[in-house]
C-alpha cells in the first residue's frame, strides 16, 4: 500500500511538478527553437526575472542553457511519480507500470540532455523522452481497461485512456516537450490526488469499521 504522501502532499507536489515545468518551459524554447519560437516565451525570456537567472548561471560558469533548462525538468518527472503514487498504487500492476515510466522519463530526460553534445558517450539517448513520452501515453489506455485492475470511476480511467492525447495537445500548445506534458500531468495529478480513490483508502475504511465494532 503507499499511503505516502497524504491527499494534500501529492496535491502539493503535483502543483510544483507543474510550476516548475512552466518556470522552465519559456527559456528552454527559445533556446531550442531561438527566432522561431513562441512571442510568449521569447517576451518572457526578455524580462528581468529571466535575464537575470541567465546572468547568475553565467556568472557560476554554466552556460548551458539547453541543458540547465533541459535536465531540470526531470524534477517534474520525479515529483510526478511521487504525487500520482497512491493512486497509481490502488490500480495494481498497471498502474505501477505507469508510475515506473514516470520514474524511468525523469532518468531519461537528464540523461539525454547531459548527451546531447556531439561526441557525448550517451548520445544516442538525446532525444529518448519523446518516444517514452509517447509509451506513457499508450500504457495509459492499458492502465485504463487493464484486466484484473480495480475498477477505477469513470472520470479517472477516462483522463488514464487519454494521457497521449494530452500529451501531445500540451506539447502543441507549449511548442515544447518534456516541459509542455509535465505542465500538464501535474493537473491531472491534481485532480488524482484529491479526488481519486487511493491505496490506503480501503485499509483505512477497514480500520473505522473496527474501531465502530470494538466501540460498540
Known amino acids: 500500500m503507499r ?7 501529492c ?16 527559456q528552454q524554447t527559445v533556446v531550442w527553437s531561438g527566432s522561431a519560437a513562441p ?9 528581468p ?3 537575470g537567472i541567465r546572468t547568475a548561471l553565467a556568472e557560476a560558469g ?4 539547453y541543458l540547465m533548462f533541459g535536465a531540470a525538468a526531470g524534477v517534474s518527472y520525479v515529483l510526478l511519480w511521487l504525487a500520482m503514487g497512491p493512486t497509481l498504487a490502488r490500480v495494481g500492476w498497471s498502474g505501477r507500470v505507469y508510475g515506473a515510466l514516470l520514474l524511468v522519463l525523469a532518468v531519461v530526460i537528464v540523461l539525454s540532455y547531459l548527451n546531447h553534445g556531439q561526441g557525448a558517450p550517451l548520445r544516442f539517448l538525446w532525444g529518448w523522452e519523446g518516444p517514452l513520452l509517447i509509451v506513457l501515453g499508450i500504457w495509459g489506455i492499458v492502465v485504463a481497461f487493464a484486466p484484473g485492475a480495480k475498477r477505477l470511476p469513470l472520470w479517472e480511467a477516462i483522463i488514464l485512456g487519454l494521457t497521449l492525447p494530452i500529451i501531445a495537445l500540451a506539447t502543441f500548445v507549449s511548442s515544447y516537450y518534456p516541459h509542455g506534458p509535465a505542465v500538464a500531468l501535474g493537473l491531472v495529478a491534481i485532480a488524482f490526488a484529491l479526488w481519486a ?7 483505512r475504511a477497514e480500520e473505522h469499521v473496527e474501531a465502530t465494532v470494538h466501540a460498540g
Not at 499511503?3 to 502532499?9: D, I, K, T
Not at 502539493?12 to 518556470?23: E, G, K
Request: aromatic share 14%; charged share 20%; net charge negative.
Open 3 to 9: 499511503a505516502w504522501p497524504n491527499r494534500v502532499g
Open 39 to 47: 512571442e510568449w516565451a521569447i517576451a518572457l525570456t526578455r524580462t
Open 11 to 26: 496535491a502539493v507536489l503535483a502543483a510544483i511538478a507543474s510550476l516548475w515545468a512552466l518556470f522552465l518551459l519559456p
Open 62 to 65: 554554466l552556460l548551458d542553457l
Open 197 to 203: 480513490p487511493r491505496s490506503d483508502d480501503e485499509e
Open 49 to 51: 526575472f529571466y535575464t
